[in-house]
């Protein structure tokens, strides 16, 4: 046996040992069935082709590797941005493990997530039973000030009537008649996890600022001077969220974070699990209605929240991820009209400590082409930023993206010269990615921990920016946001491009006259 108590072999190296490795080759010749080595490498060439790919983007029934989620995803993520609320999934509980399972491995933390267990004779039957008896029993279980209510696909399916439902609850003394129970329908054959997140958010704004579903007077607006933010669906939630927070305090701004899962989503490790931690006040959720107005930082995040908020005479802006110098000048030029308050000497600094770094390594992001995938706001973001720092952002994908982010994305292209070789794709999924970085190479990719696969197969390198990233460790830490979070992604870029330099210049004797000390 390979094994020894002393060295124990973890899955890296054990299968790698000869007893395993002459099992492998038995049991392939034996029992597989296997085609001939000469045959897969003629098909994996030809997957490479510009034939494959006219046949790849043929597709229309099937997809393959999509980068995005369905729409209660997003509704947890919304629902636990606010103040000890718990999300409740209306449907089967599969989809709460994987939402929870999902998250917990993008922030190395727990995930709060309750289901109402609908199985096969509520599919018949309808769940009424189930919110009745679930939302009784999260109430008292799990003590939370708010229970935000939002559907799988099976009870969407089925044509459960959340309000009617959550009404008869409530008669039935589940919950308090006064408690907040918003809800919204998430159905997971419409949209993606952007829109479920949306659809949470307008559901929370609508019950606090619209006579929370017939039991309490709808809220006059009083206007004051004060804004709202709303981030939207971000990975970096985090870290961007205390960056916001920090630009605001800079600035003087009154401001509500509508949404912010920064806490629950970092809490410490002292000995006691926090369930809940920090969130958006219930109390300023309600009072949001009285903002000046209200920033969303994702555009496709906030597509019908932000038409409700304007409906109650705010303002509204939106913003498609902002990330590096102009980006965070028109944020924060808005914001400053907005609010009244000036710009900060200090962030006009960080500004110009952002303007350095760039001079500074400009060299090496010059010309660079890039493949870019994401959520419409965060692909618009990024292409905007390598733009900026004279990369070319040739392709960009958005599995979630519709016909409205590619014209935004084309016009973004026209504004620069490094656009102009550059093309969006919306609704396309990461197999078409794979067959346009072998017919349309680029220096390096950026994604999500899904990508891992296109670098392996096409040698695209990949640099991790977006959500999940399940294979490295407390990104979502630090801001992409404001001139700091600019700095963060200039510096994430440079390092991969110089790792890439050294890979390719340490061979001794060959090309390692190029292994420089200094870069
Ligand atoms: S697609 Fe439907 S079944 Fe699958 S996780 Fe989403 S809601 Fe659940």
Redesign the pocket.
């Known amino acids: 046996m390979p094994q020894n108590a002393d060295n124990v072999l973890d899955h890296f190296n054990l299968f790698r040992q000869p007893e395993y490795l002459e099992m492998f080759e038995k049991k392939k010749k034996e029992f597989e069935n296997h085609h001939p080595d000469a045959e897969v490498e003629r098909v994996r060439e030809w997957a490479k082709t510009k034939e494959y790919q006219e046949k790849n983007f043929a597709r229309e029934a099937l997809t393959v590797n999509p980068a995005k ?5 997003g509704a947890v993520f919304a629902s636990l941005g606010f103040e000890q609320t718990i999300p409740f999934v209306h ?2 509980q ?2 709460v493990a ?2 929870r399972s999902h998250f917990s491995r993008h922030f190395k933390e727990p995930t709060s997530c309750v289901s109402s267990s609908m199985t096969e004779d509520a599919a018949v039957f309808g769940g009424l039973n189930n919110m009745i008896d679930g939302l009784a029993n999260t109430y008292n279980m799990y003590k939370p000030k708010m229970i935000s209510v939002s ?4 009870a969407e399916v089925i044509g459960d009537d959340l309000n009617a439902f959550i009404k008869t609850s409530k008669e039935k003394g589940s919950v308090p008649a006064d408690y907040d129970v918003p809800f919204a329908h998430t159905p ?2 419409v949209g993606s996890h952007v829109t479920g997140y949306d659809n949470v958010m307008k559901g929370i704004v609508e019950h606090f600022w619209n006579g929370k579903a017939g039991t309490a007077p709808k809220l006059e607006r009083v206007p004051n001077n004060s804004i709202n933010f709303i981030g939207g669906f971000d990975g970096y939630v985090v870290g961007n969220i205390r960056e916001v927070k920090r630009i605001f305090e800079s600035m003087g701004v009154e401001y509500t974070i509508l949404g912010d899962p920064s806490d629950v989503w970092d809490t410490p490790t002292d000995g006691e699990f926090r369930m809940y931690d920090g969130g958006t006040k219930l109390e300023d959720a309600a009072n949001a209605i009285h903002a000046k107005a209200t920033f969303s930082m994702q555009h496709f995040s906030t597509e019908k929240t932000l038409p409700l908020i304007a409906a109650s005479g705010q303002e509204t802006y939106s913003f498609h991820h902002p990330v590096g110098v102009r980006a965070t000048d028109e944020f924060l030029m808005k914001v400053s009209e907005v609010t009244g308050k000036p710009i900060s000497k200090e962030l006009t600094r960080e500004r110009g400590r952002l303007v350095d770094a760039i001079a500074d390594s400009s060299a090496h992001l010059h010309g660079k082409r890039f493949a870019i995938y994401g959520d419409p706001d965060l692909c618009y973001g990024l292409a905007s930023f390598l733009m900026e720092l004279g990369a070319e952002p040739i392709t960009v994908l958005a599995s979630n993206g519709g016909k409205l982010w590619e014209e935004k994305m084309n016009q973004l292209f026209a504004s620069s010269p490094f656009g102009k070789n550059c093309k969006a794709y919306a609704g396309k999924d990461l197999w078409h990615m794979r067959s346009l970085l072998f017919t349309e190479p680029v220096d390096f990719l950026i994604g999500n921990t899904y990508g891992k696969y296109l670098e392996r197969d096409t040698g695209t390198p990949l640099i991790r920016i977006g959500f999940p990233v399940f294979d490295r460790h407390h990104y979502h830490r630090y801001p992409v946001w404001g001139y700091q979070g600019g700095l963060n992604v200039l510096v994430w870029l440079l390092d991969k491009v110089f790792d890439e330099i050294d890979r390719n210049t340490n061979v001794v004797a060959k090309s390692d006259y190029s292994f420089d000390i200094i870069r």
């Open positions: 989620a369905c729409q209660p995803l449907g089967s599969g989809c994987y939402y559907t799988t696909c099976m997971a054959f």
